[in-house]
Each structure stands twice: as structure tokens, then as C-alpha cells.
């Protein structure tokens, strides 16, 4: 296995004290937790499902599989058979240990990524490439490539061109194609597609997986709630190695994900709510003299002063504020801040005060 880095976030330490002993508190725009309430409807769910002794399915219930296939057709135009979806104990987990699971030996991530795409690499001693361009494969085989729109960290959409090509490079060359989509309800400017749109991959779902998350979508991270779907092949595989570790979603939350996947009201709310943040919080950040680079979907504004990363979140910092340094996210963020629309409504005004 290939080292692991030092967790990012320790570093960010110093700055989160310095911010916490502002007067009025911290405003902490760095991780990007959900602080918004669990929809009731799911809360419901979860606990009328509670009296659950027995052992839960790892392909979860097949009302499970259907919500989520019902709500890809519903709300991205995506057909999938219920069967080829399989639950996730939060999509971070999956993300970490696909390489694993496929036995990959060379990985292609993003350039500006979710740190834990090079972390699942370096878990299945794999070599893993950051690079926004395939041509950066060389001659050499590579075995899964991941794309993610939108971006995390730059609020980047991928057009359904860009992944058409994606695709096809990949199967011209035997190599899986793992889109990671946890924020494709969240579009404001430009509208994701996935990566099993018709559009995209013409009907057929062969070498690709779409990963999905309910962290954002609903409020559901603290329940670790996700699934993939796609290839058959390959979700048949993935089921089967799950089967063997023991990688099972507990009832109660596939309960609480059914409900959610089945509900639309709650999201189109919640997305209100950021809406709303993104509208007060971006002309604040841009009067102060950041300018918002990409940043058309998610829950992310990838900003600039033109200063280093760390001039930045020490700047912030210094009137309260937390964000997250750019090059978290590779190399190429040295010159950026990641900032997130996750906090309170309250939080997100007294930001824009102390940038006033």
C-alpha cells in the first residue's frame, strides 16, 4: 500500500482558534456539513423502522432499489433496473475502496479533487494520476478513471460532449469510468447530466458506474446514505465483494433512504435554502475582492484574491470566517479557497457583514 498523506484537515487548526475567538463567533464555511434539519418525513421512516434485530441485505430492500431507480428516471432522465443498484454506507467509503475492489493498478482522478480519489488509489497500492486529460495515460493501461460533475471543489459541469468523449476513450480501452455525481441536483447556472444519460452514453451502461450521495440532496450525511448503480456486470461484482466484508447499510437507514428518494418536496426546499445563501453570500465575496471561478452547481464558490491559499484563509480568518485552502484539492488550487454555502442562514448574514 502506497503511504498515506497527513489528514488535510488538521492543518487548518491554527486558523479555526484564530476564527473562533471573533466576538460575534466562528463562521465556518470550511467542510461543508449539512446544518439543516433531517426532513421529518425521513426522520419518520427511520424510526418506525428501529425494531430491526436481523441482519440487513447488502443490496438493500427492493423498495430501496426502486426509489432510487425511480428517482433517477424522475429527476435525470437515467433508466436503470432495480436490480442494478446497490446501497452504499455513504458514498466516501465506496469512492476509497473501489480501486480495491476492482483490483486496479493505475487510476486517473481529477486535477483540482476530493482528496479521497488519490487516497483510494494509494489504498490498493495503485498509481494514481491527477490530470483533467487522458492523453496524460500515456500507452499505458489504465484501469478506472474517475470523473465529477459537478466539481468538488470548483462548481465545475461537465458537459454531456466532454463525457461522450470520456467514454468512449475509455472503452476503446477497457477501463471503467466511475462518476462521482453527489451533487448533481444542486446545478444553478448549468445543469449536470450524468454520466448514464442516454445522451452520454447512448444507451448503454457497459464500464460505467454513477455514484450517488443523500449527504447534500437531503440532509443525510450523519446517516451515511448513498448508492451506486450502472454496468450490471459490474454491480453484480461489487455486490458479491461486499457480501464477503460485510459492507452492509443498516435497516433503519434503508428505510430512511427509500422515503427520501421518494420525496421531492424536501429537496426542491433545501435547495431553496442554498439558493438563497449562494444569492447573499457570492456579491459579498466579489465587493471584497474575490472573484468566483466556475462554481455553476454545488454547494462551493472556488474563489480567488490573486494572494496564496494560505494568505487567503488567514485573511478570512482574521474577521471569523473558515474556509478551506485550494490546494486541499491538488497542486493547481495553490491560488484559491474553497468556500462553502452550507452554513445557517444566520451564519451565512454574518459572513456578509464582516465582508462589508
Known sequence: MNTLPDFPWDRLE?????ALAHPDGIVDLSVGTPVDPVPQVVQDALTQAANSPGYPLTHGTAALREAAAGWLGRRHGVTVDQRDVLP??????FVAWLPTYLGAKRVIFPELAYPTYDVGA???GAVGTASDSTLAAGPERV?????NSPGNPTGRVLPADHLRKVVAWARERGTIVASDECYIEL?????????LH???????HEGLLAVHSLSKRSNLAGYRAGFVTGDPALVKRLLEIRKHAGMLMPQPVQAAMTVA?????????????????????????EKAGWAIDHSTAGLYFWASNGQGTWDQVSKLSEIGILVAPGEFYGSAGGQHIRIAVTATDERIDAAVRRLQ
Open 88 to 93: 452504499l454506507i455513504g458514498s466516501k467509503e
Open 14 to 18: 491554527p486558523y479555526k482558534e484564530r
Open 198 to 204: 442516454p445522451d452520454v452514453c447512448g444507451g448503454s
Open 261 to 285: 428518494l421518494g420525496d421531492d418536496e424536501h429537496a426542491d426546499r433545501q435547495r431553496e435554502r442554498y439558493a438563497a445563501r449562494r444569492a447573499a453570500l457570492r456579491p459579498a465575496l
Open 143 to 147: 484501469d478506472l478513471i474517475w470523473v
Open 187 to 195: 446545478g444553478w447556472e448549468e445543469r449536470p447530466i450524468s454520466i
Open 122 to 124: 494509494r489504498l490498493a
